[in-house]
């Protein structure tokens, strides 16, 4: 198996996101040709992609499907996370020399990060965390913030006879999964009661980060856009399901957050 990101190797971690899509193909094609992900599978409306043998997003077609709503609950973006920060910098020169639209770039102390949006509006994030030894802690939570990122020192990993970027890396995972929900203090009950992670850091009620063994975060909830948000209307685009790898799962089960996003737990490896 791939050497995976310490994300992907606690007792909870994240395995794949799944999309609703209106034009499944145009949906796909992105994520190929931007991300560098590879079909797995596919079968009638549905098509599986991801890196190596992984599977890290799942798209099903419904052309009956109506446009998400930004202001409902539903998906923030899903993070892809690339083995090293090498792997970042080839993709961010690759995005730069073939002119890759992006909506921003970010340095979060504990990860650098390029965000991006898909045809049909969902958010994406690209990312390498920095190593952990080197994250801050306040007690039990972790020192994250939101800065420019330093592009030229990112660009500085890669001398002349690096590699070009040749599309997702073996160990590209999906990091972490960021909801927009209705109000952020019920969700960080939720995942806390429900599925037993911890809070790694809050923001005033508008936003927190839980995880599972210590990572920066696997989920994110905001309520930015979508506060008082009720439940999610189910014939639209985006958020289709989140899916969980557990360690101490011995069968597949769902559940639904307090907004109805499907949440998928399923015996990890």
Known sequence: MENLPFAATTPVSI????LMARDGKRVADYYKSVLGLTELRRAGNVVVLGAGDRELLEIEES??????DPR????FHTAFLLPTRKDLARWTRHAIETRIPVDGASDHLVS???YLTDPEGNGIEIYADRPRENWVFDGPSVRMGTYALDVPNLLDELIVCNPEWAGAPDGTVVGHVHLRVGDAQAAEQWWRDEQGFDTMQSLGGQAVFLSSGGYHHHIGANSWQSRGAGPREMDRTGLGFVELLSKDATAETAARDPWGNEIRVLPAG
């Open 15 to 18: 395995g794949k996101v799944g």
């Open 112 to 114: 650098e990060a390029v």
């Open 72 to 75: 409902s609950a539903g998906l």
């Open 63 to 68: 052309s009956a499907l109506r446009q998400d």
